[in-house]
């Protein structure tokens, strides 16, 4: 069974930093893409980005490029995210996942198995 514990989050403001872990179990860790989609009142589930840990292909959504990076310690099977220059746009819950479909696929249409949602809060 494909299992997800994340952890971090938080409240920070305008520009502050926060991480995001995401540990796997269950499954061959190498053989999947991890991630992250965000989710704010209102809207629409979107991707923000993803690792495929056997070749750390990496995929960002545009406007969180150059803020944000994502890292994998496949002795540990888990997943960073590290997030820089936070936004009150970033403000959501931020869902880790898995997916057989990385890179520009990343989709939530093609997760296989969602960790627990925890809140990133960003004041302006």
């Known amino acids: 069974e494909v299992q997800l514990q994340a952890s971090g989050g938080g409240l920070v403001q305008t520009g502050g930093s926060l991480t995001l872990s995401c540990t796997a179990s269950?499954?061959?860790?190498?053989?999947?893409?991890i991630g992250w989609f965000r989710q704010a009142p209102g809207k629409e589930r979107e991707g923000v980005t993803c690792?495929?840990?056997?070749?750390?292909?990496?995929w960002y959504r545009n406007s969180v490029k150059g803020r944000f990076t994502i890292s994998s310690d496949n002795a540990r099977n888990t997943v960073y995210l590290q997030m820089n220059g936070l936004k009150p746009e970033d403000t959501a819950v931020y869902y880790c996942?898995?997916?057989?479909?990385?890179?520009?696929?990343?989709?939530?249409?093609?997760?296989?198995?969602w960790g627990q949602g925890t809140q990133v809060t960003v004041s302006s």
């Open positions: 996942a898995a997916s057989k479909w990385g890179g520009s696929d990343w989709s939530p249409t093609q997760v296989a198995s």
């Open positions: 269950g499954f061959i860790f190498e053989d999947w893409a």
């Open positions: 690792i495929s840990s056997r070749d750390d292909n990496t």
